[in-house]
């Protein structure tokens, strides 16, 4: 083990070092608690061993720094202190530390100290080497049901992958979408018409309204099979309940369940809306300055109006995306008369305020600026390029 003795009192220092050295451990010695920290960020160290009373960072706050940094692996900390009541052992072990020695120090129960230390490290370790296979596995079994779904449909291969990407960045923007929820999703996501693969393309490819009853079925019995298939391996047991829950519509009218509103879980309600932007860009050919109209249609019946407003700040980036490579983005603060607008000005509603190709001029700008100060838009613009002038 890589271990860390912090003391001041070059006497201690001395002794702890030689013993642990004895004891076959890499020792490493610090005089203070800022040389111990220079340490700590430099050096892979497994277990540290600090004096309480050090000048300068002193070792309550030495562990305090050392449980705050963000570190894959796990640091033993021993606090060594000639303060033993009660009070002062509570006040070290809430400030990060595993194990309290009080001064005089006994040897031997530093050494009994030290090898539950070790312990405690190997089996993290352990626990780690275990979750890294797990996770490789889990990555692996996603990789390979997507290639399925690649091999057997390109074009459903596609939308599964956009609409994953698209679900991450819903998930990204939403307030009730939580870190363990974010590669749930993902999965979920990505897998999501993986109960699709059985259907015959000639289905497929019909809208919906054309479909017969018996056709009709059969597409909607894809959420629920997807989930099936999935929900056979433990690990992705929380991604199948999203992918049979990805038809769900916030007004009750979807499948398999008819669940509406808040029933539907977040993760579901994104999928579902990442699913759907997709198939308008892609399937319905709507250009991304008609997407917000579209998705206006639909908000508080088959989309919760707080998704329908993510999608439609995320349409609008997209569409500064595409429109930068020929034009620019300018602060409404910074338009000139004679500047051009290279896309429709729309509130963050949809609604439409200003065409593309407007030649600005001062009463434009101000009709721009005035809409942003009662907050319908946003605070920029794109403008042709060829119209700038410096």
Known sequence: MNILIADDDPV????????LGKWGHTVHRAADGSTAWALICSTPIDIVVSDWMMPGLDGISLCRRIRERETSGYTYLILISAQNSKSDIVHGLESGVDDYIT????????RARIEIGVRIVNLERTLNR????????HYQTIHMFSQMIEIIDDDLGGHCRRTAKLALQLADRHPDVGDADVPII????????IGMVGIPKAILNKRRTEMVDDERQLYQSHAALGARIIGEIEIMKPAALLVRMHHEQYNGKGFPDGLAGDAIPIGAQLIYAASMYDNLIHKGKIPLDGVAERLQQIRGYQLAPRVVELLIEINVDQQHDLARKTNAERMLDDLKPGMVLAANVRMKTGAFV?????????????????YHTIGTITDKVLIRKSSVRD
């Open 103 to 110: 001064k005089p120090i006994d040897i031997d129960a530093l």
């Open 354 to 370: 200003m065409a593309t190709d407007t030649e600005l001029d001062d009463y434009a700008i101000d009709r721009l600026k005035h």
């Open 186 to 193: 993902e999965t979920a996501a990505l897998l999501h018409d």
């Open 12 to 19: 201690t220092l001395s002794l702890l070092s030689t013993c």
């Open 130 to 137: 275990k979750i890294d296979i797990i996770t490789a596995n």
